[in-house]
């Protein structure tokens, strides 16, 4: 699998000052990006617990979110399956809606994120809405979930370059 750093190029680029950045309300909008970013890449790359499904998930429901192949299962659970698989497949991704987050994490899951990240839980929901389509879609090259060990050890490499 290709570097993380190399994968999400174009979306920083974007997020930072090109047409993404503008077409989200510039430096602001960029900054939360930013913030929530590497959160988020964290918690997509969280290897799948023991008793989860083929996708990760876990098989109760309960803790923290169990990965990349979590948060797919937690989107078909939810109604929400053919964005998730418009993100994984090649071509346009279809936008979440913003209530989508309320019903994919629990409030304590968005607030710890938010925390993470030095955010309100509302900018963090909205941000994370946004983000969603675009970081999955980066994270699955030519449609393919990547196995966790991969994701996760790309993933670290990425944000120990980012600190």
């Known amino acids: 699998m290709r570097m993380l750093s190399e994968m999400l190029g174009g ?3 974007g997020a930072l000052g090109g047409r993404g950045a503008a077409q989200a309300g510039g430096g602001a909008r960029s ?3 930013m913030a929530l970013l590497p959160v988020l890449l964290t918690m997509l790359s969280r290897q799948a617990r ?3 499904d083929a996708y990760g998930a876990e098989a109760a429901g309960e803790g ?4 990349l192949g979590d948060l797919l299962a937690r989107l078909t659970q939810k109604g929400y399956g053919q964005q998730a698989a418009s993100w994984v497949a090649s071509g346009e991704n279809e936008p979440l809606p913003h209530r989508a987050i309320d019903e994919i994490f629990s409030a304590n899951e968005l607030q710890q994120v938010a925390d993470q990240a030095g955010i309100g839980a509302d900018e963090a929901r909205t ?3 946004q983000l969603l389509p675009d970081v999955v879609d980066h994270l699955t090259p030519q449609g393919v ?6 994701l ?3 993933v670290d490499a990425y944000l120990r370059r980012l600190a």
Do not use: K, R
């Open 145 to 150: 979930v990547p196995e966790d060990h991969a």
């Open 50 to 52: 023991q008793g989860g």
């Open 64 to 67: 923290g979110l169990g990965g």
């Open 31 to 33: 900054t939360l990006w």
């Open 11 to 13: 979306f920083v680029n």
């Open 152 to 154: 996760t050890d790309s």
């Open 127 to 129: 941000v994370i809405a």
